[in-house]
């Protein structure tokens, strides 16, 4: 990477960010920078107060910045209002910027914004909502208005019965809900026992997403941010409540 100036660093793939991310760090290390993070969803804020946290650090130079990209609505538009204030107050604490603008391109050194105005920063990094497959569009599947594939209680293709799909490339119409890792994860178990049912012949189970989940919102320095519907709290606790849970998804998956 010849400077982290020349290059946005996409979340997604997270290997491609691990890779790239200790020599923005390294960068960081060497002078004062300013980070730019494009996306107020939980990865946008939970990327953008890490980021102000290490800033912040021992082995880093003072002045450097954060700015964060919100796309026009506040950050943690999808929470309730009360999370939006605990957010806001937590992005204040880190002396993050907030931009209420949204990212339309990009060029060497700067972002630029839909207002018109050219933003410089060292690294920008993008952690944007999930965005459908290209491909999807010429596939000749059911999709909602947002180019996701549409699916039934069964997570299965509204237009194609031997397709199924959960996660972040489909859509539940029969029952909307948030696009959000947690749903990701628990259609998971479902969308399998259908996949078995539908090769044995046998009858598909519908599943029902939860009405309402628990949402972690780590805000660096071990420091975090919880809600459950209207509910929410925060402080270190809340933070080693997610780290322990975070912890042991990843085991079970390391296990295997």
Request: glycine share 12%; hydrophobic share 45%; proline share 8%.
């Amino acid at each position: 990477m010849p400077g982290a100036r020349e290059h946005a660093l996409f979340v997604r793939p997270i290997e491609a960010f691990g890779q790239l991310w200790p020599k923005v760090a390294a960068l960081g290390r060497s002078q004062p920078i300013h980070l730019a993070v494009v996306g107020a969803g939980a990865a946008g804020l939970e990327l953008v107060m890490a980021a102000a946290h290490a800033l912040q650090g021992a082995g880093y130079p003072p002045g450097g910045r954060v700015t964060l990209v919100t796309g026009g609505p506040p950050a943690a538009q999808n929470y309730p209002a009360g999370v939006q204030r605990r957010v806001a107050q937590a992005l204040r604490r880190l002396q993050i910027t907030v931009l209420p603008d949204a990212c339309v391109g990009m060029s060497a050194g700067e972002i630029l914004l839909a207002g018109g105005a050219r933003l410089a920063c060292d690294a920008p990094l993008l952690a944007v909502g999930a965005q459908p497959p290209g491909w999807l569009a010429g596939s000749g599947l059911a999709l909602d208005e947002a180019g996701f594939v549409a699916v039934n209680s069964f997570q299965q293709s509204t237009s194609h019965a031997h397709v199924f799909a959960s996660g972040d490339v489909a859509s539940r119409v029969d029952a909307p809900h948030p696009r959000s890792g947690v749903y990701a994860v628990r259609a998971g178990p479902p969308l399998l026992a259908n996949l078995r049912s539908a090769l044995q012949g046998q009858a598909l189970l519908p599943y029902s997403p939860p009405g309402r989940t628990l949402n972690l919102i780590s805000c660096g320095g071990r420091y975090a941010i919880a809600a459950w519907g209207s509910l929410h709290v925060e402080g270190h606790w809340v933070w080693h409540l997610k780290d322990r849970i975070d912890r042991g998804f990843v085991a079970r998956y390391t296990a295997i």
